[in-house]
């Protein structure tokens, strides 16, 4: 038996019916994520109120809403380990394709310069065979017994000829034995470049269902997030714990309302930052350009400075530095401080601090943007002409930008973060062409950006 709520309290609990009503209808719609089969149905303020009225009725109405928090927290989990799994797969393939891709580099230079090796050998001996043909003409026979003054120097020149002959027998073997292993390594080549194809389409694959997972992990953590404080202001109801319960959760959806208007605000202040900076990054490129015609020639753009630099800033190139910081670790074979194995590091550290801005290098389209293995929260841009570049370890929540987004050169696309394999807060840089990793140090510095 319940007992009579009081004239006050009935309009404490109408005053919180009215808030937990709009919040109903604003998010109804909502999505779990792909874990879920079908939407969800969550409880309104009249089934919250019907259920007041009867214990039974309230009981079922608790466990339900105890029920629908507990899928989400689940499916919000759930989403992220499945995240993360495809994330570490999707590092594997990407490293096993870049591994493919230096195998065949070496190997198509080796089979390039035991080409030229085979080429040279076989001009030489074609060269001493024509020499040959020139001295060895005429009938010797008749030379040895019409003039037999002239036979010692003859037999002479024949035993020189014998000698050239075999010689020349050598030559020849070596160009045949230069072509068949420039040949040995064409065909290896060839090999590995049939193998690269199927490792970038393998690593293509599961660039795509690691994406998919990201994707559907963060819509399950924003559901969790939109769905849960609702949730847990009707179950207090329905538990009937007391006014000032229903008076707090209005103010907390007061207080997230005021907190939301201050998040859009902020990043409409970025944006219109960011929107200032692309001008004068343009004005200052149309200057450079202007500056560098015949008729008034300038020097070409310095390199960006080093660990005192800056990010963002144009140099005329169409390139920047992606953020500021010194560089904490370079290109090349390392201990991973992470795992501790010895492997290669395909990138260069760049340490500006937490939450410091990254900038898109040059512009290009967004590839990938999300969760990953070792990497953590990556972004990878394709910039046209087999050049990519890649960017790790971003704070979660500090992707700025989704996959299938043209960016431009100096563009937030991200804030510095530790996820992933990381001992401390740093930009992890890669810079890539045709799929294989490349120093981004001279790679960067060809195009007027000190790293």
Request: aromatic share 4%; proline share 3%.
């Amino acid at each position: 038996m319940t007992s009579p709520v009081t004239p006050p309290r009935r309009r404490g609990i109408a005053a919180a019916a009215t808030v937990l009503l709009s919040l109903s209808l604003v998010v109804s719609g909502s999505v779990l994520g792909a874990s879920t089969a079908q939407a969800v149905s969550y409880p309104s303020w009249e089934d919250v109120q019907a259920a007041r009225s009867n214990e039974s009725a309230k009981a079922a109405e608790v466990s339900r809403i105890q029920g629908l928090l507990d899928q989400l927290a689940s499916d919000a989990a759930d989403a992220q380990a499945e995240a993360e799994r495809l994330g570490i797969a999707f590092e594997k393939a990407q490293a096993d394709a870049d591994a493919g891709a230096a195998k065949l580099s070496e190997l198509q230079a080796q089979a390039d310069e035991k080409g030229a090796v085979a080429d040279a050998s076989e001009q030489r001996a074609g060269q001493v065979s024509a020499q040959l043909a020139r001295t060895g003409g005429g009938d010797v026979s008749s030379q040895l017994v019409g003039d037999t003054e002239q036979a010692g120097d003859l037999l002479y020149r024949l035993g020189a000829m014998s000698k050239l002959t075999e010689q020349t027998d050598g030559i020849r073997q070596q160009a045949v034995t230069d072509r068949n292993v420039a040949q040995s390594l064409s065909d290896q080549a060839k090999v590995a470049s049939d193998a690269l194809v199927k490792l970038q389409g393998a690593a293509q694959v599961s660039m795509d269902e690691a994406q998919a997972a990201s994707d559907a992990a963060a819509s399950a953590v924003a559901a969790q997030q939109e769905n849960e404080s609702r949730l847990q202001g009707q179950l207090a109801v329905l538990q009937d714990q007391s006014l000032q319960t229903e008076a707090d959760y209005a103010t907390g959806v007061e207080v997230a309302r005021q907190a939301e208007e201050a998040r859009k605000a902020a990043e409409a202040a970025e944006a219109a930052r960011q929107a200032e900076v692309l001008r004068q990054q343009r004005a200052v490129a149309a200057a450079a350009a202007a500056a560098a015609r015949p008729s008034n020639p300038a020097p070409a753009p310095a390199p960006s400075g080093g660990g005192s630099s800056g990010g963002g800033a144009s140099t005329g190139s169409g390139w920047v530095r992606p953020s500021a910081g010194y560089m904490s670790s370079g290109y090349g074979m390392r201990v991973n401080p992470v795992t501790g194995v010895y492997r290669m590091h395909d990138g260069i550290d760049l340490a500006p601090g937490c939450n410091s801005p990254i900038y898109a290098a040059t512009s290009g389209t967004v590839t990938f943007a999300g969760l990953t293995g070792g990497y953590g929260n990556y972004i990878q841009i394709s910039h046209g002409g087999g050049v990519s570049t890649a960017y790790g370890h971003i704070v979660n929540g500090g992707i700025k930008v989704s996959r299938g987004q043209s960016v431009v050169a100096g563009q937030l696309i991200a804030l510095v973060g530790s996820t992933g394999n990381s001992t401390g807060c740093h930009l992890h840089f890669e810079t890539r062409v045709n799929g294989a990793s490349t120093n981004p140090v001279p790679f960067m510095a060809a195009r007027g950006v000190g790293l």
